[in-house]
């Protein structure tokens, strides 16, 4: 078996990794993972505090030299100078992570024209700015971009009219850089995180619905968890998929077979 064929454990040595809103959750364990086989990893995060305990971690889990900037994927120049600061000490880009997103439960009715742009902005626009800041580096490098996508992107989940619409666009982006950018070697893809325990993603979405319950919708019966989207995003970003872009991976232990409807049901009876 070669390299190209297997994963092995110094897979990423050498390579040079970015991810944004890399300080928490999966982007976190996506980061770490990273680090683990071998590459050279830099996040980008909004909070001082949670990026300077991040970058501790995954200096531990890899060869110490991890990066952590201070950047609000909204700023397209800040991501920007935060991407070309990675590449100055860590080599242009291989693999760009698009995972920085923001979220609340809200009834379509009642969420403001702002709240609405907010999650659009850190969501879709935050993802593009990425994308276009790395561009060049990947294009260098032919690497790989990946987006941290969501369920509500193919479904639409009750309160969650801003995220469905951000993810979409996000979804819609990534297979549109694919079409444009296979030319310069460069992949584009997407992955769907089922619920996964212990994130800010699930503790704010369950707080209603009941992690139970929910979890009891999931045909795996159980939430996912951050090691698990980190294993199918390495996959994804290494030789092993060499041929794959445009392409969406559902690690969501089967709930988007179940739509939405047990989701919504539980929700409405929550919050009457
Ligand atoms: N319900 C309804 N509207 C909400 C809301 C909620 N729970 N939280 C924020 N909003 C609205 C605000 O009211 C505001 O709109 P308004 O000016 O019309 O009142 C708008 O969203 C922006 O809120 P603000 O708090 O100023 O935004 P922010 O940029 O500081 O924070 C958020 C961004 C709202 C996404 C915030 O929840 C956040 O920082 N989240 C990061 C972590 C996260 O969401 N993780 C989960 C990822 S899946």
New binding site residues.
Partial sequence: MTSSTCLTPQMFAGKSVFVTGGSS?INLAIARSFAEHGAAVAICA?DADKLRSAIAELSQAGDGQALGFVADVRNDGAVRAALESAAHQHGPADVVVCGA??????RAE??????FR??VD?DLIGTFNAANGAFEQLRATRGSLLFVS?GQAFVPFSHQAH?GAAKAGVENLMRNLALEWGRYGIRCNSIVPGPIAG???VR?LAADVGEEAWADMVPLGRFGTTDEIASMALVLCSPLASFVTGTTLVADGGLALTGSGRFNQALERACS
């Fill in positions: 959750g909004r997103a923001g979220n609340f439960m809200v009642d969420l403001t024209p702002n709240g907010t999650v850190i969501a995220a994130t800010e993603g704010r």
